[in-house]
């Protein structure tokens, strides 16, 4: 390894699955490593035993995966507890940190004291100067202790690369645990020792994280260790201005992914919360900015959350798929809503009917979710319901002569095509369908049957509506046989109504 190569982490703790705010930072720093043509280290923060689990942990790489995001290097906390030992029993041989006797009960007690005169939360250092016989005293007990660290007095800087020079003075940082009762390390604690034993050269996380920056870099020097370059991400918003939330449309990542967002809308949607290249595009793939990303320009703002935008901009990443694509990436909707079963898919009828209908409707979708709602009529053997607008087009007397007109061109074009084998239902395509309706207007046109009057009764007997794709796409879909059986049946329909 070059000691100069940029090396960025991005450390979940699976608590959670990975939502908006921690998919960005991993997109941030992903796309900042391979700019850099630097490494990407994925580290699971697993050290909060209570909170964390494998199933969290697996939706967090599950969502990496699917979002394109890959790394160079795997680790995970829990894996690493004796090296955290390590180095906070240095701290305390250094006089650096020292043991924390009091019980949970007592800083409960401190801190809603504190709260009610109005004063910072903070340890009051009790433990702080504790002597040797008091501390061996309550070893010999078997008294439970954390570790602390000890803050110095001074001042705490550094140089952000999205907010420029932040100052802290360590007035306002108390002296924080290192390691817990139970011998896991905290948060800041961990991060700093793998930060550097992992040779992490930047670090790039959310806003929320500036405090913590500020107890690491003291632990980055009292520990001798090289500080590395900080960036901190703004919050997302919503589109009221209040932190994001489920009323937002905030979900993790495998809930857009099984609400029918494709991943490059994903990638791409997060990478403009809070930075868009320089030349104003809003629509590319991540791989077309690597060589336009900088840190630098990310902004400092809060970045606004829009669904509206996203499904805009999914609609729009639906619509650059082809045909076959979109057929396999809607198959699983399909699927899951029982509009297709699995058996369905090795009848040839049944799959031409699925790319028919893609063709028909690819441009209504801003999400896959949305497709079985599009076609389920299509995949049905009856008309559900007739609306009533087609009922009132139904019931003109010039509309019993279009449809009959219209059975008997399907009748006429299913016997030929039957006789020399054909299956009518695969060759029937758009052009074809709108050759028999041009020629049902030709010999009508005297009668003045045309436009809506002519259109309107065929889309009705075939759909029970007025309104819906073109007219051939729908009766390529269907295709004749089934033509003439919804024909039947809306001529039924309407005797006995």
């Known amino acids: 390894m070059k000691a100069d190569k940029p090396r960025f982490r991005f450390a979940p703790s699976p608590t959670g699955g990975l939502h908006i705010g921690t998919a960005r930072t991993a997109l941030f720093n992903w796309i900042s490593a391979k700019s850099m043509n630097g490494d990407l280290i994925l580290r699971i923060e697993d050290t909060d035993l209570k909170r964390s689990t494998e199933e969290f942990e697996k939706s967090i790489i599950e969502g990496l995966k ?176 209040a932190k994001l939330s489920k009323r937002h449309g905030a979900a993790t990542i495998s809930q857009f992914r099984d609400e029918g967002y494709l991943r490059e809308a994903m990638a791409n949607y997060l990478s403009l919360l809070s930075w868009a290249p320089r030349d104003a595009e809003e629509i590319f793939y991540l791989s077309d900015i690597l060589n336009k990303f900088k840190i630098s320009d990310i902004s400092k703002n809060p970045a606004i959350f829009d669904i509206d935008k996203l499904n805009w901009l999914n609609g729009i990443y639906i619509r650059k798929k082809s045909n076959m694509d979109l057929f396999d990436l809607i198959l699983p909707f399909l699927l899951r809503e029982n509009i297709v079963k699995s058996e369905d898919l090795s009848n040839i009828r049944i799959k031409n009917k699925i790319l028919k209908c893609v063709d028909a409707f690819r441009d209504n979708l801003r999400t896959l979710a ?94 029970g509506k007025v309104h819906g794709p073109e007219l051939p796409k729908v009766i390529s879909i269907l295709g004749i046989e089934e033509c003439l059986n919804r024909i039947g049946g809306t001529l039924n329909f309407l005797i006995d109504n």
């Open 66 to 241: 699917w979002l394109g995001f890959d790394w160079d290097e795997f680790y995970r906390q829990s894996d690493r507890i004796k090296l955290y030992e390590a180095e906070a029993q240095r701290l305390l041989k250094e006089d650096k940190a020292y043991m924390c006797f009091c019980r949970p009960e007592r800083l409960e007690t401190l801190r809603e004291k504190l709260i009610s005169e109005g004063k910072p939360i903070g340890y009051d250092n009790k433990c702080r100067n504790m002597s040797k016989e008091e501390i061996n005293e309550n070893l010999k007990n078997h008294i439970e202790y954390t570790i602390r660290y000890k803050v110095s007095d001074g001042e705490v800087k550094f140089n952000d690369l999205i907010r420029g020079e932040i100052k802290f003075s360590s007035d306002v940082i108390s002296d924080f645990v290192l390691i817990k009762s139970d011998s896991t390390p905290s948060y800041n604690f961990a991060v700093v020792v793998d930060d550097n034993d992992m040779k992490i050269t930047h670090v790039l996380r959310g806003e929320d994280h500036i405090t913590n920056t500020a107890r690491q870099i003291l632990l980055f020097n009292s520990l001798g260790y090289k500080i590395p370059d900080f960036a901190h991400l703004s919050m997302i918003l919503g589109k009221d201005g």
């Open 370 to 463: 949305q497709f079985p709602d599009y076609v389920r009529d299509f995949f049905s053997n009856e008309i559900k319901y007739y609306d009533q607008e087609a009922l009132e087009i139904l019931r003109l007397g010039s509309s019993k002569i279009v449809i009959d007109m219209f059975a008997e061109k399907l009748q006429e074009i299913n016997l030929q095509e039957k006789a020399v084998g054909i299956n009518t239902d695969i060759i029937i395509d758009d052009e074809k369908a709108r050759e028999i309706i041009n020629e049902i207007g030709n010999r009508l046109k005297d009668d003045n049957i045309k436009g809506k009057l002519l259109y309107m009764p065929i889309r009705a007997s075939l759909t």
